[in-house]
T-cell receptor, first 117, second 112 residues
Framework: GAVVSQHPSRVICKSGTSVKIECRSLDFQATTMFWYRQFPKQSLMLMATSNEGSKATYEQGVEKDKFLINHASLTLSTLTVTSAHPEDSSFYIC?????????????FGQGTRLTVV | DAKTTQPPSMDCAEGRAANLPCNHSTISGNEYVYWYRQIHSQGPQYIIHGLKNNETNEMASLIITEDRKSSTLILPHATLRDTAVYYCIVRVAGWTGNQFYFGTGTSLTVIP
């Protein structure tokens, strides 16, 4: 299947700083990317959906000013956690979907483990 | 919002078939059934998807009931590496922007 790469895989940052996570589709053009957050022993929670060249659509309860999403090209989307706090520590996962084929699947990155200290 | 119901956990003996059920009684005509799995601390892995016909690939088979209100994922010969959380998702087709909402999934443990 298609490959989606996330970087970094792990990051530790100090409270109050910002962290950027990159998500790249390596062998296809991702018209849409999704960002998820997963707390321990819980399911994936969709945070936002982004289409290349337009503003992201955030799920209810997700602060758009705290979780900045940029989808500037068909192969790259970034999630920036601004002014991170310990409660933002989580597993962040991106996924990408390709050309508008009617029933395309989405492919997931390997995830980024964020720890805020 | 997730529109599927799955048992929280299941066990399966190594080498035997693992049958994972999923209820999606409110599925609409333009929604596909997708299955993903997540091995601990990794991103979800795509397994299979279908609309109304049964589907088979190198990983698994997907059996969808005639009324489409439920489906079963079949791993024909489970191995220890199949231990994971399996998610059943229904999603509208037609546009890549249609979201994948994850439910609680089924934690499958393959026992030696």
């Amino acid at each position: 299947g298609a490959v989606v790469s996330q970087h970094p895989s792990r990051v530790i940052c100090k409270s109050g700083t910002s962290v950027k996570i990159e998500c790249r589709s390596l062998d296809f053009q991702a018209t849409t990317m999704f960002w998820y957050r997963q707390f321990p022993k819980q399911s994936l929670m969709l945070m936002a959906t982004s289409n290349e060249g337009s503003k992201a659509t955030y799920e209810q309860g997700v602060e758009k000013d705290k979780f900045l999403i940029n989808h500037a090209s068909l192969t790259l989307s970034t999630l920036t956690v601004t002014s991170a706090h310990p409660e933002d520590s989580s597993f962040y996962i991106c996924s990408a979907a390709g050309e508008p084929v009617q029933n395309t699947e989405a492919f997931f990155g390997q995830g980024t483990r964020l720890t805020v200290v | 919002d997730a529109k599927t119901t799955q048992p929280p956990s299941m066990d399966c003996a190594e080498g035997r078939a693992a049958n994972l059920p999923c209820n999606h009684s409110t599925i609409s005509g333009n929604e596909y059934v997708y299955w993903y799995r997540q091995i601990h601390s990794q991103g979800p892995q795509y397994i299979i998807h279908g609309l109304k016909n049964n589907e088979t690939n190198e990983m698994a088979s997907l059996i969808i009931t005639e009324d489409r209100k439920s489906s079963t994922l079949i791993l024909p010969h489970a191995t220890l590496r199949d231990t994971a959380v399996y998610y059943c998702i229904v999603r509208v087709a037609g546009w890549t922007g249609n979201q994948f909402y994850f439910g609680t999934g089924t934690s499958l443990t393959v026992i030696p």
